[in-house]
């Protein structure tokens, strides 16, 4: 029996690898452009930096992580997201001594034992952001809209909701007032909400059970709830998103998995991926750098799943992202296919992107490798050509072809044979 990957575990395959390099180089150049720097963090942390950030009555926490003792019977868990590493790393390094406020990305795998599902992966994929230092609610706006610019210039369309879930002086009395409705209803509810009405009230309100949604129609809006300052952070956030013209939808009934957040809260959603239809959410920690140990700073970020992204754009039938061939050698006979092989690795250090063949097939293999292989171009390099010191350059897509002659030693071709590939394809 030949060895399958674990479930929940997926290649990621040649065909498909286009489309993730271009979400990842469009977000890395809207990250840079946005002044956020890269920080590459581990996989492997102490399982008690998760439990203490993400929160100890979470699902991630409770029932998804990978968790296990090392060697040393120390117990470690393999990233379930990115926040807490790179807050750990923060403090760790002392990166606040480089500026009061630091913006960091990071992209990478995280690993949440997830029942495996469209779009639900066990190993999945984030791109993920944190501002750390500001307590600006233009710097809510200013993350929000650079999550909303990169589903635009990947060619993505989703529905912003936002929402505010107020800090540690307006929270609690909210909190009350859940719990009395929930105690009202308490017969109503699921096993999971019934448990979480008194160790995490809001989690509730994120429950899956229809019922239970169906009883949560009429509990208290967090809104209602928020302190002077908190609302007035929403309030601009909400005036500020719409300056920059960034469309939002309000959702008071939006928690978030991770018990870390204050005030600001955001995900990104599409009907298009089923059940998992956010391909994106965050939101602000305010006071999550200090219980972790270190200065007491504010913070703020998102991630987005890279396999959600990649789903929908493969969905979308637009042309494939697929690396073209610059240009294919095709040499016949031993001498040529000498120089050939020279001059192919000229070409390689000129930037061309540049194959040939190595199986010793015949021309006309070699022109259909040419034409598999997507090539823009193709060189013909054989015995008569290298006597008369020239080559023919064939564009693929015209069927056009031109000899190119040469004084100098067949390394410099290469030179020349890329000004003309250049040439052309303007
Ligand atoms: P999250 O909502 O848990 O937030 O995950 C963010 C995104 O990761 C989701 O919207 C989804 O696109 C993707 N995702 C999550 N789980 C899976 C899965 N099992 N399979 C595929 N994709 C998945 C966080 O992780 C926070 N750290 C975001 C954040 C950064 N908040 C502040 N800073």
């Known amino acids: 029996m030949s060895i399958k990957a674990l479930k929940g575990f997926k290649d990621i395959l040649p065909d498909e690898v286009g489309l993730w390099q271009f979400i990842e180089q469009t977000a890395r150049d809207i990250f840079h452009r946005y002044g956020f720097e890269e920080i590459k963090v581990p996989i492997l942390e102490k399982t008690e930096l998760f439990v203490r950030t993400i929160g100890d009555s979470t699902d991630i926490v409770e029932k998804e992580m990978y968790t296990f003792l090392d060697r040393n019977g120390s117990s470690i868990t393999m990233r379930p997201e990115g926040t807490a590493s790179v807050i750990r790393s923060y403090i760790e390094n002392g990166l606040y001594v480089r500026g009061s406020v630091q913006r960091l990305y990071t992209i990478g795998p995280m690993f949440r034992h997830e029942r495996p599902q469209k779009g639900r992966l066990r190993q999945f994929h984030q791109m993920s952001v944190e501002v750390l230092g500001s307590n600006s609610a233009k ?54 909400c019934k448990r979480r009405s008194n160790i995490n009230p809001l989690r509730v309100l994120d429950c899956k059970s229809e019922n239970c949604q169906a009883q949560y129609v009429s509990a208290p809006s967090i809104l209602k709830y928020l302190c002077g300052a908190c609302s007035d952070h929403f309030e601009e956030v909400k005036q500020t998103l719409s300056l920059v013209d960034v469309p939002y939808a309000v959702n008071a009934k939006m928690v978030r998995g991770l018990d870390y957040y204050t005030r600001t809260t955001f995900e990104l959603i599409t009907s298009e991926l089923g059940a998992q239809g956010a391909i994106g959410a965050g939101g602000r920690y305010d006071g999550l750098v200090r219980q972790l140990g270190g200065p007491d700073v504010p913070g703020i970020g998102f991630a987005m799943g890279m396999e959600r992204l990649v789903m929908l754009l493969s969905q979308k039938d637009q042309v494939e992202i697929r690396p073209a061939l610059d240009l294919f050698l095709v040499t016949l006979g031993e001498a040529a296919t000498e120089k050939g092989f020279v001059l192919l690795q000229a070409l390689r250090s000129q930037g061309l992107r540049a194959m040939m063949d190595q199986e010793g097939r015949s021309l006309k293999n070699q022109m259909k490798q040419a034409d598999k292989q997507n090539a823009k171009f193709a060189l013909i390099l054989g015995e008569h050509e290298l006597a008369n010191r020239e080559v023919a350059l064939k564009d693929m897509r015209s069927g056009e072809q031109e000899l190119i002659e040469f004084t100098a030693a067949i390394e410099d071709w290469a030179d020349v044979i890329k000004t003309k590939i250049k040439q052309q394809l303007k």
Do not use: Y
């Open 139 to 192: 710097i809510d706006t200013e993350v929000v809209a650079m999550a909303w610019q990169i589903l635009q210039e990947i060619g993505l369309q989703a529905s912003l909701e936002i929402n505010s879930l107020g800090c540690a002086a307006c929270r609690p009395s909210f909190k009350e007032a859940l719990q009395g409705f929930l105690q009202e209803r308490f017969q109503h509810l699921c096993e999971d």
